[in-house]
């Protein structure tokens, strides 16, 4: 079935740095990657759509300069958090459309420091 | 227009119990209504998924209501097991079946707790 790998499943950083994501399907070519975020307790919020080889789309009230998304290739996106602070650790999910529905990745956990 | 609305927030079913959740959309243009199930720290997982073009569908102990008249869709987990214990989510898009590029609206979530 389709994969989607989402790395590094939990990562710390301390304020101020910044952090990439990486989201890769491992058996299928995705145009099409999605990324959610999540607080305790919550449902999934999406942040932003990315297309292959394209500008992200970026939901409403995301800033598009602090979370910067890459999908360079089919099977790879990227999501960098630039100068984190506390109240960006969150869970961060992406998932990957494809013909049969929407994979998603098994999500990673920031702790800004 | 965008959202999905579920229900109940919190839900506590003995062992071998039916779970019911549901869920209510504005927006008559999504026609990919699935459910996801998530376990602390994962990612969701698909569980079930139906189009508006079936009032209902089946898998295992799964089963999808659809009502399309009152914009209405409900999960229905039969034989609850504890295992089960877990937050199910209810979503919705325009085209998300069969390789289009919208986005997936996800309801609010449910918590629930199967007791042995």
């Known amino acids: 079935g389709a994969v989607v790998s989402q790395h590094p499943s939990r990562v710390i950083c301390k304020s101020g740095t910044s952090v990439k994501i990486e989201c890769r399907s491992l058996?299928?070519?995705?145009?099409?990657m999605f990324w959610y975020r999540q607080f305790p307790k919550q449902s999934l919020m999406l942040m932003a759509t990315s297309n292959e080889g394209s500008k992200a789309t970026y939901e409403q009230g995301v800033e598009k300069d602090k979370f910067l998304i890459n999908h360079a290739s089919l099977t790879l996106s990227t999501l960098t958090v630039t100068s984190a602070h506390p109240e960006d650790s969150s869970f961060y999910i992406c998932s990957a459309l494809r013909e049969s529905g929407y994979t998603f990745g098994s999500g990673t956990r920031l702790t800004v420091v | 227009q965008q959202q999905v609305k579920q229900s109940p927030q919190s839900l506590i079913v003995q062992k071998g119990g039916i779970s019911i959740i549901n869920c209510a959309y504005e927006n008559t243009a999504f026609d990919y209504f699935p459910w996801y199930q998530q376990f602390p720290g994962k990612g969701p997982a698909l569980l079930i998924a139906i189009r508006p073009d079936v009032s209902e569908k089946k898998e295992g102990r799964f089963t999808i209501s659809f009502n399309k008249s009152a914009k209405q869709f409900s999960l229905h987990i039969m034989d609850s097991q504890p295992g089960d214990s877990a937050t199910y989510f209810c979503?919705?898009?325009?085209?998300?079946?069969?390789?289009?590029?919208?986005?997936?609206?996800f309801g609010t979530g449910t918590l629930l707790a199967v007791q042995p």
């Open positions: 979503a919705a898009s325009i085209g998300g079946y069969g390789g289009a590029t919208n986005k997936l609206i």
């Open positions: 058996d299928f070519q995705a145009t099409t």
